[in-house]
């Protein structure tokens, strides 16, 4: 049985509509918490609100788009306002591009810094100073596996990956004076629906049907298989409770061990 480690606290998920996103939001939901819903997909993003308010407790599905300031804090504020609080952060909205570096144009680099890095710092900003009220609360941004190591044409998205783990280690040297835990989660290959679109891009560039590049992908880590969103989720969950309250700064790596292969 799932514990009950959140009854009554508030969570902010961006990236809420699919992938990792909905697998946080329906855990913080599983464990009591009421969840805010934050992402650009409505339709997506209000089915997984209804999926958390299955579990008992009350959701907002929320269209943000993390790399408009005014948006962030809009959303923010309804949470608050709907709730008198926010316990924790969960910046999880993201999206993948990759091509040989000669062949990024700034337009594509500029696009997807801006969601995974600059929607990591404004939805971290928004948020920090309610925790620092309270003088509790977490914040879990979560990067990639790429934001430690690299492959060819990543250029753009490890550098944001990367990017979050610095962002990450600079509000938690802020932040620990007010009791708030700020961490990375670094994510192995995912099987999201990011990463299928991604495998129906690149497999053909490498001669491979979707599935076989997903079976390849599959094989760079000692598990030899990708992990299920609510496996990442699980860590999250585990960063937010009272079990980790000394434990801030960190990129966690959950890889099945991809980083020792």
Not at 81 to 110: C, F, H, K, M, N
Request: charged share 20%; proline share 4%; aromatic share 4%.
């Amino acid at each position: 049985m799932t514990p009950k480690r959140f009854v009554n606290q508030v969570a902010i998920v961006t990236g809420a509509a699919g992938g990792i996103g909905r697998a946080c939001a329906l855990r913080f939901a599983q464990e009591g918490a009421h969840v805010a819903c934050l992402d650009t997909r409505a339709a997506n993003n209000e089915d997984t609100a209804a999926q958390c308010r299955e579990h008992g407790v009350e959701a907002l599905a929320l269209t943000c788009n993390v790399s408009q300031k005014a948006e962030v804090q809009a959303a923010v504020q309804a949470t608050e306002e709907t709730w008198g609080r926010v316990d924790i952060l969960v910046a999880a909205a993201g999206i993948y591009s990759g091509s040989p570096l000669v062949e990024v144009s700034l337009e594509q680099w500029q696009r997807l810094i801006d969601v995974n890095l600059t929607g990591v710092f404004l939805t971290n900003q928004a948020v920090a100073p309610i925790l620092m009220r309270q003088r509790s609360g977490s914040i879990i941004n979560i990067s990639s596996m790429a934001g430690k190591t690299s492959w060819p044409a990543t250029a753009e998205y490890s550098a944001s990956k990367t990017g979050v783990i610095g962002l990450t280690r600079s509000v938690a040297m802020e932040l620990a004076p007010y009791g708030v835990t700020v961490n990375a989660v670094c994510p192995g290959n995912t099987l999201t629906d990011m990463v299928r679109k991604v495998a129906a891009t690149v497999g053909p560039q490498e001669g491979l049907t979707a599935e076989e590049w997903l079976q390849r992908r599959a094989q760079d880590c000692p598990m030899k298989r990708m992990a299920e969103p609510w496996e990442i989720a699980g860590v999250v969950a585990f960063l937010a409770s009272p079990d980790s309250r000394y434990l801030t700064g960190q990129a966690i790596e959950v890889d099945g061990g991809m980083v020792m292969s």
